[in-house]
Nanobody, 122 residues
């Protein structure tokens, strides 16, 4: 079993910064991907940023140049540094780890965090 815990959300004024953390622990043999999603009130969940394998990162157009995804492989912890925040960034942010839990079986499983609220005031 794999546990995912997020932290770092909060309330911030427009133009401010926050850093979200997402730590995975448990039966992780290897990490295939890691992603941050967000869901704003009344909207569908959207992909904010992800990292495939060890280094290939992609960002939603709406956050490019403002958000930075990083990962500490030794700790199985990922971070989302969010700068120049805007009111439209207000959402519940969730992280997802795609991992292989057994060296004998290359089956990939997705594990989600509980979500953390980010609120940006104007």
């Amino acid at each position: 079993q794999v546990q995912v815990v997020e932290s770092g959300g909060g309330l911030v004024q427009a133009g401010g910064s926050l850093r979200l953390s997402c730590a995975a622990s448990g039966s992780i043999f290897s990490v295939k991907a890691m992603a941050w999603y967000r869901r704003a009130p009344g909207k569908q969940r959207e992909l904010v940023a992800d990292i495939i394998g060890g280094s290939t990162k992609t960002y939603a157009d709406s956050v490019k140049g403002r958000f930075t995804l990083s990962r500490d492989d030794a700790k199985n912890t990922a971070y989302l540094q969010m700068n120049s925040l805007k009111p439209e960034d207000t959402a519940v942010y969730s992280c997802k780890w795609t991992v292989v839990t057994s060296p004998e079986l290359d089956w990939r499983y997705d594990y989600w965090g509980q979500g953390t609220q980010v609120t940006v005031t104007s």
